[in-house]
């Protein structure tokens, strides 16, 4: 018979290589942290109808577990280490666990990370994902740190994952073929910025990733008194939304969440030096505005002050 | 308007009295790690019908989704030092979140601990934590590691969370009311045994804490070709359970979790030893068994071989 713990053992407990000194499979997972190094440590859960549609693969959400999480792991410019995973489902559906057991070691391995240990429990389906990662002694990239005068940026390109959901919700693909395939593989396969935290490192005075949309993750950004001006003619689209009106593409790059690109502002230098790394250069950095002392965001359309949609929050949709 | 944000930070964001180099609310908590400690993770869900009853108060909660935990820590010997939490909630109810985070918050300070980030989303009520303890080098007490001749021990008394689900279950109370209201308090308010466990460290040769009971736990200590012999009157029978037909007081302790009691195995010199601890000696530690060479676990009620029911394993039940 079909149980928890043969289930777990099966899919979910594998070789660590020797990066833990108790492995999984005991109370807990024991390790040490290398000298010169600090842990960063984030959580985040998927849960069925709220953080992605009922009909997304089991593949995908093994991925999108570890990713969005690597992503908060990204934004401080930390390395991923491992993660713990907390299962909760209906029943101990082998068609479900294999697949997004599958996809989520691959992910892992990928990232240089590995499943450190977890749990799983019957109920209704949602997936929580605590991540660890290190980075060297002092070196975190917070939120706060900005300073009036910095440039504003975000790498990658944005709307995608936002165009995927309302076109998914509303039942109407409003862009063609190949547009709708990426639209839903940046909203189902995020790919946390890792490397390109890890390059922003001393660089970036203040970063996070964009997980609601930049109109709701700005403020995080601004501390006593500080304020934003973003120039929305110069977001970074996606080429999904190549073909939609301008109004349309600037409130689903702005507003719209899921594409964890990173945000994070910088002096001119550093963003100068910025653009010449690789890593950068192939994903992308695009200066979007400037911090300011005026206490808010402002958003202009070519010099115009322009109206944008609140981002995501859980509780208010 | 309530928002994620906002009771985020009205109810969960506290003072870390300096433990984290990056605090609760940035994109992940930042924390070094003392020279020459470990560090020991751990993950549980409460999922709402599943570990708790709809009627727990959300006080309960709050200890409880920290205790389960803070019982991983107590099973490997760790110290607390931080938890990382995962709330799914139906709606922003602020009569469950308010008591939930202040019992949650006394309950980690009490363990000199504290909540070091998380999230919080919409739907169906479940609790995921992740803690994070501490222990020397070296001194993390793993569930393999018991030895043919070892004593097990168990600390506490059993039973008393066990009888609050049947009973509960059953609708039918079988006990007087004192007894009632002390099974209630050990299903609901379960005490990690933190300082027992310490004090264990270099005593104990395998441990783990009773979650599921002793019938479903000890086969995770009986590795390669080991056994138990369990000696049923000498169970810790919890106070509640006195009025009880024996059968009844052995099947609950044998077989029901919840109690969070540590399970563990030693030499006996350690076993004399660690009964004259004062932490363990204000808790109990009873010898219930020894291990055997048999490579199975075999229950004996005064000599003579007794069937046991199993233990609780979600997806079986």
Known sequence: ???????????FIYDDEGRLSVPNGDDCAVFGCPPGTETAVTTDSLVEGVHFFRDTSPGSLGIKAAEVNLSDLAAMGAEPFCIFLSLVLPSPDESFIIPFAEALRSDLSRRNAFLAGGNMSRGPLSI???ALG????????????????????ATGTLGAAALAVEDTMSGKVTVDRPSWEEARRRLERPE????????????????????????SDISHLLRCGLGAVINLEQLPFSPALSAL?????????????????????????????????PVLQRTGLTQIGRITGSGKAEYLLRGVPREVPDGWNHFRH
């Open 245 to 277: 009106p301008e109004e349309r593409k600037i409130d689903l790059a702005v507003a719209g969440g899921g594409d964890y690109e990173l945000l994070l502002t910088m002096s001119e230098e550093s963003f100068r030096e910025a653009i010449k790394i």
């Open 134 to 153: 290190r980075l060297p002694l002092g070196t975190a990239v917070r939120r706060v740190g900005a300073a009036e005068g910095d440039i504003i940026a």
């Open 1 to 11: 018979m079909t149980d928890e713990f043969s289930l777990i053992g099966k899919y």
């Open 128 to 130: 929580t994902v605590t």
């Open 192 to 215: 946390a910025r890792i490397e390109e935290g890890i390059a922003l490192r001393g660089l970036a005075h203040s970063m996070l990733d964009i997980s609601d949309g930049i109109s």
